[in-house]
């Protein structure tokens, strides 16, 4: 199967039906684990990305919050939320098969406090100097839920099972 080919057709169907321009198909030994079409027009959740949906369902079918060993199609190059959450799950590889560069003649999606061409600029700042206003309110006691977590884990700070660097 084309993989490539199925997650742009998820795309044109999901913009068939009032949709937009993005999909996910997540792939495992040579079969697709999950898929999803960018559902966020349909359900006014702005976390309903392709990306998103697809790795909650891949993780869900595989009762794991890895997804080691899996290959990644997105039709464009990931926002930054959906970056975030391909990180997190730790894919062997993300395939995107569109640049911002080369649709953007016919799709922007700039926000308030977010536009793709600087977003990544945006989110390398120091948090007070960011367009998002953002406070730190330093409560102690916010740590003790940390030093409970891990009290709980056998005095573990990681994950059990992550995928790590190196």
């Known amino acids: 199967m084309d993989f490539a080919r199925h997650t742009i057709d998820l795309?044109?169907?999901?913009v068939t039906e009032g949709g937009r321009p993005f999909a996910t198909v997540i792939v495992k030994d040579g079969e697709i684990l999950a898929e999803s079409p960018n559902l966020v027009a349909q359900t006014g959740d702005p976390t309903a990305h392709a990306e998103i949906l697809a790795v909650r369902a891949a993780c869900t079918r595989l009762g794991t919050e890895h997804l080691?060993?899996?290959t990644v199609y997105v039709l464009a190059h990931p926002c930054p939320m959906c970056l975030g959450s391909l990180y997190y799950c730790s894919p062997d590889e993300v395939v995107f098969l569109t640049t911002r560069e080369a649709y953007e003649p016919h799709y922007v999606d700039d926000r308030k406090y977010f536009e793709?061409?600087?977003f990544y600029q945006e989110f390398a700042k120091p948090w007070q100097e960011r367009r998002l206003p953002m406070r730190h309110e330093e409560r102690a006691d916010a740590v003790e839920v940390y030093r409970y977590w891990q009290q709980r884990n056998g005095g573990e700070r990681r994950?059990?099972?992550?995928?790590?660097?190196?």
Request: charged letters at 10%; glycine letters at 16%; a positive charge.
């Open 159 to 166: 994950v059990a099972g992550a995928p790590t660097a190196g």
């Open 11 to 14: 795309a044109r169907r999901n």
């Open 116 to 118: 793709l061409a600087s």
């Open 68 to 70: 080691t060993g899996t």
